[in-house]
């Protein structure tokens, strides 16, 4: 804008943060059209631990296993990160506003977490945004074989849960542990513990050295730990709160997303019905502050406090709960006027 | 920016959300002069409900009231949404830097809600930006006639109060109910219940088709929901952070405002005295995330903690209560640096 | 960018908060290059009762301590404002991600508070960015002997802490007192009071006529107040998060940071051992709303939630608490990825 001030990209990081990170050198730019993110992952470095160590059968899990004492259930998963295509607007329409949507192609090529049968036999499912619920009971293990089936590094991180250094799946440069570094075809065992003290509604996704990008094309899912042997609710929601950038699906505008879908129509459509008990499970996981939105509803904070909206940042995670008594055809969205015009809004069915 | 990259809209929503909203099919951008609101929505349909519906007498509000069984008070209120000549900066000069602002013209055609005596007799004031504060008791029945007397479609919808389906003022496509879509010269009887579980500090605003555009206009005001026989303050506040935005204005510059004024001295000016018990009752209703701080006190949150700034999104509403002890001028404002300097800040002067 | 809209700086004022502030009528906008702080602070007129004050001795905070009753400790500091040469990134490179940081140049001129033994006989330590841990327990009287070493006016304005009308520090136009206007070579003694209800995790930063420049280039510090007797955590760490804007800097891009620091490596490395009780007092100064988040960690919130990432916004500040019981080398960072891939993460490292 000014040839004597800062550069473009300095103007772009200025006035909205369009620089989205740097790997190995290279600045992804947010308005630079689509990131080839296996074509960068191919320029970061395997790093010494990770070239080390023995691959077959997920060793470290298998050796954290063992350590532990006797506790709860242990909790088995098969979860692979897969290419998926993915439809934002299938409808092409937005509910809210009774109106097409109007940016053209809505499909593009995402990252999702897959869940299967014992030992991989069998998908149980398509690979999606967000991946899959993963629960447990205070006391319980979490165990995660996590198939890499893309083609640049990713991994699994939990949030909450206690996990041992080695366990946490992120990538740390010359120290990262095998878990944080999970190339093509490898799988990794994680081994995670519901601790006491660690209930609540959590999110997990990828912190490999190619974050934040599989996040952004879509690796993230819900993780649920609840007090042992609590009642579970009647009708229970896990809401993704995030957004598609361009850069990351070359599509024409940015979505504000409920669970990878924009516009009421298109993002969940909730039920319950008067009587239930009913939780909806938040979480955010872009580069945006949202608002969880209710109407017709309210309830009661852990404070006390009575909310029928609440702010949530990056990663924050948090439960609404209450008793449904009031049936109707309500929206649930971000109040964030710009996000909830962009799609961030859906219904909530009461009968 | 970049020839091959996103188009000139896209940059704009990627670099900070500059594309407020779609209207039957027309995006609605913020750097692109003023919006015209009566022009937009002559393109919008009247839904099926709407049309069909019989407007005299506010039959949805009456039909409900004669449906809920004996309660507290009901408290009435006759409220019109207008038009309002609205000086935002009337003194051009900012208290708090001692300058003059500089941004030329500060008035522009705001819509305001106006308080009426019973049956739209007499106006009890000018329209203002925010709207009349709506009080209430726990148990008691509040009764909403709002009148249009605007050129766009546009209604009242509430935080917080419990409200059964077609009393939720919000436009919802094909579903809209008459509450959801009050023309020109239209009146509509809101019938909203301070059930038990609904005390505490919130705001309305218009839910309208044209929404977010009439609430950028001026369109929201507070509630307030006291438990029952609860002493009010000796001294309360209703403040609205928000934002008057160049596109909804057609002026130079962003505004970043308190009760529709920007700027120490144009911004309320609060009074209280030492000894008094003292609430703020704080709100935000724009895009943005704000903070409110005020100098030289601090108070104690629900959850215990003692705190003299509190972050809140768009939407959220919360009370700030003390005993005054400190006299002197004051400060209070948004602690966002660049909000603060554009407006965001006011007096506080304890005697 | 629309010749017929508004103009260049109205349109960095929408598209992401470029225009910081207004200073005796000339904007101060972050894309034109580096702020001539004490050139532009030439041109604030010096207020009345600043001019007509004795500035002998520090007499208002000796009226002010004269006057206060008989209390805990008198806690003294002698703390002045300077010129520092500040090094963002002194390593150049981020340990997170195992990359040289490629901007160039990371030095500048910084303001830092600076400590000095009674009577500023001697520094006790370099000038630095945040300044010096400012303590007290409940009951204790704070006494600031602070001395501008600066060419433009600045100040000492304390968040939490009790403090009368004339001891806060702040420029309010022409109602300033000689604590808000502290010009080049004097010394203003401020007096704060840790009255009950003030315990907490705080902030100090300056809040003259040039706010929020000298904030911008590092004029802000931590402050506690702990209960009167209150044992120590085994480990504490008071960490502000806050950006390096290229306006202020001179440099090239924007640097998210903690304590002054950029990237792993640079930010503060914290250790602590399985066993201790640990304190992160973590506080906001930017425009900008951030999350604190602690890998392998969780921690109860006062309200009973169990959280492991937080949101706070600017001047929010809060305390982190827990029993180390997870040895390695964790994270800490901003859940903001934009933040996180600028700067705004380190090192905690447990044995």
Redesign the interface.
């Known amino acids: ?2 040839p ?22 290279q ?1 992804v730019v ?4 689509k990131i080839d993110v296996e074509g960068l992952s191919t320029q970061v ?1 395997v ?1 010494p631990k990770v070239a080390a160590a023995d691959w077959r059968g997920g060793e470290p899990g298998i050796r954290r296993l063992a350590s532990l004492g006797p506790g709860g259930q242990t909790r088995e998963y098969w979860i692979a990160a897969e290419p998926v295509e993915w439809n934002i607007v299938p409808t092409h329409r ?7 949507v ?1 940016y053209g192609k809505t499909k593009f090529a995402a990252y999702g977490y897959r869940a299967y049968s014992a030992g991989f036999k069998a998908p149980l499912g398509e690979a999606s945004v967000p991946g899959p619920l993963i629960e447990a009971e205070v006391g319980d293990t979490v165990v995660v074989h996590f198939r890499n089936k893309l083609k640049a590094p990713v991994t699994m991180h939990p ?2 849960i ?5 366990m ?1 799946g ?6 990262t542990d095998p878990g944080g570094f999970v190339q093509t075809n490898r799988t990794f065992t994680y081994v995670w513990e519901a601790q006491e ?4 509604t ?1 999110l997990y996704h990828d912190h490999g ?1 190619m ?2 990008l599989p ?2 094309k879509g690796l993230f899912g819900p993780l649920v730990i609840r007090a042992r042997g609590e009642a579970r609710p009647d009708s229970e929601f896990f809401l993704g709160f995030h957004t598609w ?2 850069s990351i699906t070359g599509l ?3 979505y504000y997303c409920v669970n990878g879908k924009a516009y009421a129509g298109n993002t969940p459509t909730l039920e319950a019905h008067v009587g239930q008990r009913v939780a909806f499970h938040v979480y955010g996981v ?2 945006f ?3 969880f ?1 209710l ?2 509803h ?1 309830w ?19 439960r609404v709960e209450f008793t449904e008594d ?6 649930y969205h971000c ?4 996000h ?3 799609g961030m809004n859906g219904w909530y069915l009461v009968s």
């Open positions: 804008m000014d004597d001030g800062i550069d473009r990209r300095g103007f772009l990081a200025l006035t909205g943060g369009a620089l989205i990170c740097t790997i190995a050198g600045e947010a308005d630079e059209g470095k790093p937005d509910q809210m506003t009774a109106q097409k109007k949030h909450g206690f996990y041992a250094n080695e946490d992120a990538y740390k440069g010359k120290w003290g660690t209930e609540g959590w050295p974050d934040p996040i952004f950038d361009p024409k505008t940015t872009d580069n502050f949202h608002t939105h109407h017709g309210r009661k904070e852990p404070d006390g406090r009575i909310a029928d909206n609440k702010t949530f940042g990056p990663a924050d995670s948090f009031n049936p109707g055809r309500w929206f109040h964030v006027f710009q909830l015009h962009q």
